[in-house]
């Protein structure tokens, strides 16, 4: 599977072990990251970039991750995202679900989780 897929995600998390972790679990697949350290640079980056699919954590400073899903599908209803979440309690990550999050996964999360979720998105059609 590796180097087969392609694609533009945007991992938008506030800790950068977290993004660094995120990365290695989907960049073997051989897709193109781009990171994002709170949600108002992933609003940014969503904006002025392509982005087929995003990872966004829920707990983040200077717009928290409801918001910027909110506003990512707002400006880009077809945009595929992932929600992510460790500490908050699981009913948000159900309301990320409802805001438009295809998958919602409770951290920690297992690389094998991770990297089919965003596969089986990124080959889904828009």
Not at 68 to 82: A, Q, V
């Amino acid at each position: 599977m590796p180097g087969n897929n392609s694609g533009r995600v945007l991992i938008a998390d506030d800790d950068a072990l977290v993004r660094a972790l995120l990365r290695q679990m989907i960049e073997p697949a051989g897709m193109t990251i781009v990171e994002a350290a709170n949600g108002r640079e992933a609003l940014e980056l969503s904006a002025n970039s392509h982005i087929d699919l995003a990872v966004v954590d829920l707990v983040m400073p200077e717009v928290d991750g409801l918001e910027t899903i909110r506003e990512m599908l707002r400006r880009h209803p077809d945009m595929k995202i992932i929600a992510v979440s460790g500490a908050l309690p699981a009913h948000y990550l159900d309301l990320a679900a409802r805001l438009g999050a295809r998958i919602a996964l409770p951290k920690p999360i297992r690389a094998e989780e991770l990297l089919e979720a965003v596969t089986a998105l990124l080959r889904e059609k828009s």
